[in-house]
C-alpha cells in the first residue's frame, strides 16, 4: 500500500488521465488531419507531470516547455482554452498568438511555456525570488528535460536558487532523449540530479513511472521550499514514448529499449495502485468517460471558435498598441 | 537646486522608486553594501535603506541575472537587473529578446514584464574589443521593448523614473564617459516620458540626430558652427526605439537636412534606420541625401591612439555638416 | 546534370569540403548518423564516411557549440557548427560577437576564425515566437564576420562551399521553407564568391533588393508586373553583409528607384543599412525615396492567419512598386 | 623535500618570479603615472600560473583571463612584445589592438586571452577538440576564476569536454573574489572543484601557494590528458592580494583576511621550499636579477616603440582589408 491517502490518489489518477487523454485525443486529430500544427507528445510521462502538479496550489508558479501539455492540463488550464490556443483560435489563452509552445495563464500559475531549451529555469528563478521578497509563500516549480540540463542557464539558475535559498522546484523529466540524441550521447554523468551536489542542493532521483516514487519527493520538495529550506532538483525517470514531436522521425530511437520502456508504461501501474486502493474499475472508467467528455466538447468549441483578426498583430506588442510600425 | 553627476541623478531615481513601491528591487554583480554598491556606485547606499533582499549582488551569471528578473517582473515586481558591461548581452540575449520582449505578446498581453536592464559601454576608456560596444541596435530591431539612453543628468534622472515606471521591458543605456556630467537636479519625482525626443539645440540649416555621449560632441559644433553662421539643429533622442519620429521629421521638414550621429559602428546602425525613415517621409523637403556618422567598422582598438581614431570626433562632424551644406 | 534540393545541395557541398580537407568537420545538434544526420538532413551520410569525430553530435550547449568551434578554428581546422534555429543564437551571441568576430583583430592578424555557423529559421512553419526570427542584422552590425543566405539550391552549394572556404567567420543562413527548392546541380568544386550579388532578374524601371527566401516572391512579382509592362529589376544580394554595395548601387543609378524587401521585421533591419546607403549614394539619380518591406514589426504570431498577415507579400510588394512608380 | 626534481623546481621558481617581478614592476609604472592603462595584478597568485605553465610544453594551448599576465609570462611570452601590447605599441604582440585584456601570442601557444567571464572554457574545450580530430598530440590548459565558475559557459564546456573525452586541463584559481563579491557570495557550493562529480570528470582541490601540491597536481592533470584520459577540474586555492585591477576600490576585502592571506603568500613558501633544495640565496637572487634586467630593457623599449598607425583600423578585421566601410 503506498504512503498517499486515497483522495489525493485520485486526484493524481485523474490529473493523469487528463493529460493521457489530451494527448490522445491530440495526437487522433493529428493524424486524422482535422488539426496540423505542432504538438510535442507526452505519452509516458503524463505521471509525472499530474503527480507534480497534484502536490501545489492553484496560485503556486509553473514554468513548463513545449512539452508542457502534462503541467498545463494538471495544472487545470480549462480544456475549451486550451485546445483554443492551441488551434490558434482567439478564444485560446493567448488569443492564438503564443500557441502550443507557449502556453500561457497566469490565473492556474501557468506564467510561461517557453520553447528554448533550458530558458525556463533561470526565470523560475525569478518567480521564487518575487515570493520570497513579498513573502507571498509561492512556490515555483519547473519542468525541463534531460537534454536541458546540459545548457548555461540550467547550471546558472541552480547556483542561483541555492545561493538565496529561494522557493523553486526544480523537475527534469528525464524522458532519456533530448530531440534525436539519447541521453548517454549528450551528458557526461550517470544521472541529471547528482549534479545538485555541486550546488550544494539536494537532489532526488525518483522513477517516475511509480506514483509512490515522485509524488512524494515533489511534494517534499514543495514542502521544503514553502517553509524557505530552499530549493529542490528532483530528477523523475521516464520515456519519451513517441518521436520528438508528433510526425517527426525516430527511427533513431531503438525497438528493443522502446519495448523495454513499455513494459514500464506509468499508466497501467498508476491503475494497479489504484485498484489496489479499493478503487472500482467502473469508478475508474467513469473518471476517464467524463475527461473525454469534457475534451470532446472543448475541441468542438475550440474548432468552431474564431480566428485572430490581423490588429492583433499591433496589439501586445508594447503597452500601448503600435499605430504604425515605422 | 544643487547639482548632481549622471551617476548620482541614477542613484537617486532608483532610490525614488524604492522608496515608493516595494515591489522595486535591484539585481546585479557587485550591486549590494557589502561590494561597495556596484563598481561604478549606482546602487550605493540602498542595501543600507532597503534591504539585501532589494538589492541582490548577484553571481556572475547573466542568463539567470536577466532570467530572475523576467521572472519577477511576471509575478508582479519592478525589477531593474544590471548588465556591468553592454559587451555581456552576448551570453543573455535569449532572456531578453525571447523572452523579455515577447512574454506580453505570447501570452496575449495575460502577462507583462516592467523590467529595466540597466547596462553601461562607452569607446575612450581604454577597455578594448571586448568591453567597449554599442549595441542599441540589436534591440532597436526587436519588437516589445524600449531602448533608451541619456546625454545629461537630468534626463538621466527623468528617463529612470520613466523606465521604472514602464510596463515593458527597457533597455538602460549608460555610457561610462558620461558618469561624472553635472547638471541642475531637476529633484524628486522628475520624469521624462520615454518616446519622447529634446530638441537640445533648435537651428535652421540642418538637423543632427543623435543621443548618449554624442549629444555633447553635437552641441559642441553647434556652438563653435554658430560662430560661423551655420546653424544646427540637435535633436537628442533619449529613446532609441521606438523613437519620437514626430520630433525627428518635425526638425527635418523645417532644415531640409539631416545627419545622424552615434557611437556605435556605422554600417546597419540605428542611423541607417533614421536615415531610411526620414528620406522616405521627408523626400520633398530633403535639400541632399541624410548622411551618417558613427564608429569605424572594426573592433574597438586597445591602443589610445586608435581608439581616438575610432571614434567619430567632432571634425568629422563639422566636416559632414558643412559638405551637407555645400560649404566643404 | 540532375536537379537538387537546396538541402542536397548543401551536404553535398559539405561532404565535398570534407573529403577534400582533413580539417572540415561538423558539430551541433543531432547532427551525427545516430541521430538521423540532423534534423533537417542537412549533415546525413557524412558521420558514415568521415566517422564520428568528424560528425560530432552535441549536447544543447550552443555555448559550447560556437565556442568550440571558435577554438578549433584557431587551431587551424574548419569547422562547420549547426545552431538548429536561428533564435538560439541569443545564448551564444558572446561567442560569436566578442570573439569569432574580434579575435582577428584583436590579435593583430596572429590568430583568425574560419568557422561556418549554419543556421535556419523563417516564417511560415507555424513554429511561433521564439523559432521564426531572422536576425541577420544583428550579425551585420558586426565587423569581422560575414552573412550569407542562398535564395536556391545553386547558390546553397556555391556559397556553402565559398563560406567554408573563407578565413573569416561566416554566418550562414538557411531558410525552413527553402529546403526543397529544386535547381539545376551545378556540380562539385562550384563556388559562389562571397560578397557578391547577383541580378537575378534584369530590369529597367525599378530596383528590387533582397535576399533568401522573399527572392521567390520578388521573381514572382517581376513575372507577374512584367505583364503590365513594369520592367523590375531583382538583386539577391546571396551575402547580406558585407554586401556587394556595387551591384546594388549600379543598379539603382540605372533605374532611379528601389525597394528593399526581406522577411525581418522592417525597423532598424537590413532594408534600413541598404536605403540608408543608396539615398546617400545614389541621390542623384533618385527619382524618388527608397522604400522597404519587412516582416510586421511584433513577435511572430503562432495562428496561421496571423503569420499570414505577418509575413510580407506579394500584394505589398506590388503595391510598393506602383506607388513608387507613381501607379498607385 | 618535494617530489618536483631540481630543474624543475627551478624552472618553476624562474617563471614564478618572472610573473611577480612583471607584476611589481607594472604597478610601480603605474603608481609612477609613468602608463595609465587597465591591468589586472596577479599578486598572490603567481605559483599558480608558473607551476601550471611549468607542466606544459610549448606546444600546449593556453586559454587565459584578463588576469592572465601569469599563464603569458610564464609560457614564455617574450617580454618586449608583452610590454610593448600593454602599452598599446605597433611592436607589441597584437599591434597595440589587444591590449592587456587580450593577449595572444600563438608561437607560445597563447591562444587567446578573454576578457568575458567564462567565455574561454568553451573555447578551450575546441582546441582540445582539434587536437583529438587531427591527433597532434597537444594539450590544452585553460586558466579562469572563481566567479567564472558560475557562468554557463563553464558548465557547457565541462559537460562536453567529458562527454568526448578531450585532452583539456580546466584551472580554476580560486582567489576568493569575483571582482568585488566574496567567494560564499558568489557561489553555493563549498568548492569549484566538487562540481566536476556531476560531469563525471576528475576534480581536484589544490593548495596553490604550496608548490607541492599545485605543480604534481596540474602535471598529472596534463599527463592524463595528453594519455587520452580526459579532462580534469583542477582547483587552486589562492587570494588576490591587489584590488580587482589596479587603482581600483578594494576596501571591502576585509582586513583580517588579507591579513590571514598574506601569512599564506606563495612566495615566501617557495622560497623556502627552494632553500630546502640546496639552492642558495646568491642563486635565486641571481635569477631575479637577471629577470628584471630582461624587465626593464623591454620597458624602455615598449616605452620607446612606435604607436600603431590609423591604417590598422581598416587592417584584421577581414582577411581582406576594407577599403571602405559602406
Ligand atoms: C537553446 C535551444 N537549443 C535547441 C533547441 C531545439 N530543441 C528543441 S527541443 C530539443 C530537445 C530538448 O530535450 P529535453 O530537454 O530532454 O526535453 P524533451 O524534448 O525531451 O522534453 C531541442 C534540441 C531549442 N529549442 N533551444
Ligand atoms: C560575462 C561577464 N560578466 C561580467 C564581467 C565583469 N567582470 C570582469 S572580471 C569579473 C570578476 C571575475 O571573477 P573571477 O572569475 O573569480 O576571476 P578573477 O578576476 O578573480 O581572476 C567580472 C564580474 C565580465 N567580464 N564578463
Ligand atoms: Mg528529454
Ligand atoms: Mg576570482
Known amino acids: ?326 | 537646486m544643487a547639482e548632481i553627476t549622471l551617476a548620482q541623478a541614477l542613484n537617486k531615481a532608483i532610490d525614488e522608486a524604492m522608496a515608493e513601491d516595494a515591489g522595486v528591487f535591484c539585481l546585479g554583480e557587485d550591486v549590494s553594501a557589502k561590494q561597495g554598491g556596484g563598481v561604478f556606485k549606482i546602487t550605493s547606499g540602498l542595501t543600507e535603506k532597503y534591504g539585501a533582499h532589494r538589492v541582490r549582488a548577484t553571481p556572475i551569471s547573466e542568463t539567470a541575472i536577466v532570467g530572475a528578473a523576467v521572472g519577477a517582473a511576471l509575478a508582479g515586481q519592478r525589477p531593474i537587473a544590471e548588465i556591468m558591461l553592454m559587451n555581456f548581452v552576448g551570453v543573455c540575449m535569449d532572456q531578453i529578446v525571447n523572452h523579455a520582449a515577447k512574454l506580453r505578446f505570447m501570452s496575449g498581453g495575460q502577462t507583462n514584464v516592467p523590467l529595466v536592464i540597466r547596462t553601461t559601454t562607452g569607446v575612450g576608456v581604454g577597455f578594448g574589443g571586448q568591453h567597449s560596444d554599442m549595441l542599441e541596435a540589436w534591440f532597436a530591431h526587436v519588437a516589445g521593448i524600449h531602448v533608451v539612453t541619456p546625454s545629461n543628468a537630468a534626463d538621466a534622472r527623468g528617463l529612470m523614473r520613466a523606465a521604472i515606471d514602464c510596463n515593458d521591458p527597457v533597455i538602460f543605456i549608460e555610457n561610462i564617459l558620461c558618469y561624472g556630467l553635472k547638471a541642475e537636479d531637476p529633484g524628486p519625482g522628475y520624469r521624462v516620458p520615454l518616446g519622447k525626443a529634446a530638441v537640445a539645440r533648435v537651428g535652421s540649416d540642418i538637423s543632427l540626430i543623435t543621443y548618449g555621449r554624442t549629444v555633447i560632441d553635437a552641441l559642441a559644433v553647434a556652438d563653435e558652427l554658430a560662430k560661423e553662421g551655420i546653424s544646427v539643429e540637435v535633436i537628442d533622442l533619449r529613446t532609441i526605439a521606438p523613437y519620437d519620429e514626430a520630433t525627428v521629421l518635425a526638425s527635418v521638414r523645417k532644415t531640409g537636412l539631416a545627419i545622424t550621429l552615434h557611437e556605435a559602428v556605422r554600417p546597419f546602425g540605428t542611423g541607417a534606420e533614421l536615415a531610411a525613415n526620414i528620406q522616405e517621409k521627408c523626400w520633398d523637403s530633403l535639400k541632399g541625401p541624410v548622411r551618417r556618422i558613427g564608429g569605424t567598422f572594426s573592433p574597438v582598438p586597445f591602443a589610445t591612439v586608435l581608439e581616438q581614431a575610432w571614434i567619430p570626433n567632432k571634425g568629422q562632424i563639422i566636416g559632414q555638416i558643412k559638405a551637407a551644406l555645400g560649404k566643404g
Open chain 1, 1 to 326: 500500500m503506498s504512503k498517499i491517502d486515497r483522495a489525493k490518489l485520485l486526484d493524481i489518477y485523474t490529473r493523469t488521465m487528463k493529460v493521457n487523454r489530451t494527448d490522445e485525443k491530440f495526437r487522433s486529430l493529428l493524424m486524422q488531419g482535422k488539426v496540423a500544427v505542432m504538438y510535442y507528445c507526452v505519452r509516458g510521462q503524463e505521471l509525472v507531470s499530474a503527480a507534480a502538479m497534484a502536490a501545489l496550489t492553484d496560485d503556486d508558479y509553473v514554468v513548463c516547455t513545449y512539452r508542457g501539455q502534462g503541467e498545463q492540463t494538471a495544472k487545470g488550464i480549462p480544456p475549451e482554452l486550451w485546445w483554443a490556443e492551441c488551434l490558434g483560435k482567439v478564444t485560446g489563452t493567448c488569443k492564438g498568438k503564443g500557441g502550443t509552445m507557449h502556453i500561457t495563464y497566469p490565473e492556474k500559475g501557468i506564467m510561461v511555456t517557453t520553447g528554448v531549451v533550458g530558458s525556463g529555469l533561470p526565470i523560475a528563478t525569478g518567480l521564487g525570488m518575487a515570493s520570497q521578497n513579498n513573502g507571498d509563500g509561492k512556490v515555483t516549480l519547473v519542468s525541463f528535460g534531460d537534454g536541458a540540463a546540459n545548457i548555461g542557464g540550467f547550471h546558472e539558475a541552480m547556483n542561483m536558487a541555492q545561493l538565496y535559498k529561494l522557493p523553486v522546484v526544480f523537475l527534469c523529466q528525464n524522458n532519456r532523449y533530448g530531440e534525436h540524441t539519447a541521453f548517454a550521447d549528450h551528458t557526461s554523468s550517470e544521472s541529471i540530479s547528482s549534479r545538485a551536489a555541486g550546488y550544494g542542493m539536494r537532489g532526488v532521483l525518483v522513477d517516475g513511472n511509480d506514483v509512490n516514487q515522485v509524488y512524494p519527493a515533489v511534494q517534499e520538495a514543495v514542502d521544503r521550499a514553502r517553509a524557505g529550506e530552499g530549493p529542490t532538483l528532483v530528477e523523475a525517470m521516464c520515456y519519451r514514448m513517441m518521436g520528438h514531436f508528433f510526425g517527426a522521425d525516430f527511427s533513431y530511437m531503438p525497438k528493443e529499449h522502446l519495448a523495454e520502456m513499455q513494459r514500464e508504461d506509468p499508466l497501467p501501474k498508476l491503475r494497479a495502485v489504484m485498484l489496489d486502493h479499493q478503487f472500482s474499475e467502473e469508478e475508474l472508467d467513469a473518471v476517464v468517460a467524463d475527461i473525454d467528455a469534457e475534451i470532446d466538447a472543448a475541441v468542438a468549441a475550440a474548432l468552431a471558435a474564431e480566428l485572430p483578426g490581423p490588429e492583433e498583430l499591433a496589439i501586445d506588442v508594447f503597452e500601448t498598441p503600435l499605430v504604425e510600425a515605422h
